[in-house]
């Protein structure tokens, strides 16, 4: 069964206690908490506090969205993770795309990869990449070769639509990609045009029954709005419990 949530820097102005409150609201499950705004890396205050709202409302803390590149020291990260309760760190394939990065640089990424995956095994983490243009995850086939040349369980893919591509090259990209998804960000973009769901309702439609032939994903989260406002929350909350009614 696919859980249904939010992403928390879809409402990067409001408080911790708003984001809870609007997640209730809107009958999600599970909250992704951001290390840009609500649960800032290395604030384990914050990581506590977001933790201990949502275990008084009953959500389910899904990861942490941090912004890790491979770059620093993942303790850090670990440790804010782990403070708010989240078991999935997600994470950033480097600072270029795959046909931007050389083999030196996409090397020593691979290597810091595999023995950050072995700290955050050990410590009860996995690692999720954001699929994202400007990274290595920009494309099924660097996705693909990333995550096989980590060569760890605890390593997947936070898998969303790419905004600038149409539904049946995303489509496309998500067939090869979808042994590998656990989360799914869910937003109606068009280039820099946010829409409501129901304007993608079929392309998603399509996304999720390619992810259900591969074993449903395990959250769906929904990450922005047009004008990020709670009734539009409301909406697209309601047009993601159809589309994920069957997973």
């Known amino acids: 069964m696919t859980a249904r949530g939010l992403v928390s820097v879809t409402f990067r102005s409001m408080s911790r206690e708003g984001v809870v409150a609007a997640a209730k609201k809107a009958s999600l499950s599970e909250i992704e908490w951001g290390g840009d705004i609500h649960v800032p890396l290395g604030d384990l205050t914050a990581a506590a506090d977001a933790r201990e709202l949502c275990r008084r409302h009953i959500i389910d803390v899904r990861s942490y969205g941090s912004y890790y590149r491979f770059d620093s020291d993942f303790s850090p990260v670990a440790d804010t993770a782990l403070a708010l309760g989240a078991d999935s760190v997600r994470v ?135 004008s990020g406002t709670e009734d539009e929350l409301l909406r697209d909350a309601e047009v993601l419990a159809r589309l994920t009614e069957n997973l």
Not at 125 to 153: K, N, Q
Not at 158 to 180: C, G, I, M
Not at 190 to 209: N, Q, V
């Open 92 to 226: 950033w394939a480097g600072s270029s795309g795959s046909c931007d990065t050389d083999v030196m640089t996409y090397s020593a990424l691979v290597a810091r990869l595999c023995g950050d995956a072995e700290d955050a095994a050990g410590r009860g983490l996995s690692l999720s990449f954001e699929y994202h243009p400007g990274t290595l995850t920009d494309c099924s086939a660097s996705a693909i070769r990333l995550v096989r040349d980590a060569a760890h369980d605890n390593v997947r893919l936070h898998w969303q639509p790419n905004q600038y591509r149409d539904a049946k090259y995303n489509s496309s990209e998500l067939r090869r990609v979808a042994p590998y998804v656990d989360t799914v960000h869910v937003f109606a973009w068009e280039g820099e045009r946010r829409l409501p769901l129901s304007a993608h309702a079929d392309a998603w439609r399509e996304y999720f029954d390619i992810l259900g032939s591969f074993g449903a994903p395990r959250t769906a989260l929904l990450e922005f709005l047009p």
